[in-house]
């Protein structure tokens, strides 16, 4: 009898786990971010603001590659299928179609829940507990591997293959909770002039 339980209760725990459902992250964060793109040989490091429930994405960021360097901010409007590349050292803007739909902060809903893991140590005080999250989207036309925090839903790190342009291998840092300046997702007045 106590084996049957102990099978009973195995196979419930992992028909749970097994069906876990997409999280969302906290609506208003911010932090930094490190990125590489593989084919292309580019780093990148910045910051970023996010706003989920405006459908809003906000980076400053410096894009170093081979025998370049390029400082922007790169303003993203979901709900008005917009992006903005920003030059403030320039007074610069150029205004482009956003041709996606998935918020970078944001877990697509057909994403599929592989497995948990510790970066770290499982010991307390340790380790972080993570979910990986896997799936192919069809903006991306590639396949996709997302891990979160258990807890919260902080995006940690994300791989995306996205054709033609190669692998985008990202990792994200130093969470606060809200956005500190909402005015980044205004665009600049010398925006309106973009093409």
Known sequence: ???????????????????????????????????VISQENMNILGSFSSDLPGRRFYLREGVYGNGFTVFEDVLMLFSEKVMYMISYANSTCVSLPLEVDLHPMELPPEAQYVNQAYIGSSLPGEGVLVDVWTGTHPMIKGPYYITTTNTGCLPVSSVFSIKPVGTLVAAYLDFVYGIEDPNVFIPPSFCKKAN
């Open 1 to 35: 009898m106590k084996v049957l339980l102990t099978i009973s209760i195995s196979l419930f725990l992992a028909l749970n786990v097994l069906a876990k459902e997409p999280c969302q992250p906290p609506p208003l964060l911010q932090g930094t971010f490190s990125a």
